[in-house]
């Protein structure tokens, strides 16, 4: 073979070693656009939400008379037990840390479930019937509807007295210590009337 076409031969091996340079695509950073999630003006208008300084937030009242130390750790407990039991009462759900659950929550079938909501209810009353209607009714203001000690002294109080706050305030801080106390009375009366009922059931099989 001529040199010349030895030459041109190698030529094509040799070129196929290169590959042609791509065009390199360059995309602009567009930052991504930051969603507002803070609450509505009309959201901050309703009535769990309360003035501090110049900002309106909402304000977890149990939390807030904790810290101001008004009210001690049990009392505190004795509020998630209350409203884990009002709202499994009345909803049928439960959504709570399980530490606080009393023993009588368990996980089952229909009938389990059933009896358990039942035993939620009947705690209810009895705390109703301990306290009275009217600290029921606070109970329900500030922990099912979380409203605010401002929003709560404008629909109990008439005449929105200027310090309709603070009395609402004193007024929770001493039921939350009372509700303590009243799980306390509630739950033995529960045992003993069990106990009761196992005896009974227990001496007439005998």
Not at 63 to 86: E, F, P, R, S
Not at 103 to 126: L, P, W
Not at 154 to 161: S, T, V
Not at 171 to 196: H, M, N, P, T
């Amino acid at each position: 073979m001529p040199a010349a076409q030895k030459s041109r031969a190698g030529l094509g091996d040799t070129l196929r070693h290169f590959s042609t340079p791509k065009t390199v695509r360059k995309t602009a950073f567009i930052p991504a656009k930051v969603e507002d999630n803070s609450p509505t003006p009309e959201r901050m208008a309703k009535g769990d939400y309360e003035w501090q300084g110049k900002k309106r937030i909402k304000l977890n009242t149990v939390n807030a008379l904790h810290m101001a130390g008004d009210i001690n750790g049990d009392a505190v407990t004795a509020a998630k037990w209350w409203i884990c039991d009002y709202v499994f009462a009345n909803h049928g759900y439960l959504d709570i840390l399980s530490e606080v659950l009393p023993s009588d929550y368990v996980k089952g079938d229909v009938h389990t479930f059933a009896i358990s909501r039942g035993n939620a209810a009947e705690r209810i009353g009895m705390i109703r019937d301990r306290l009275g209607f009217c600290a029921h009714l606070r109970l329900e203001m500030m922990l099912a509807r979380e409203l605010s000690f401002s929003a709560m002294a404008e629909a109990l109080m008439a005449g929105k007295p200027r310090d309709g706050r603070k009395i609402i305030s004193g007024q929770c801080a001493f039921i939350l210590e009372q509700l303590s106390g009243a799980y306390a009375g509630v739950r033995k009366e529960i045992r003993d009337r069990i106990e009761r009922n196992k005896a009974l059931v227990l001496g007439a099989s005998a």
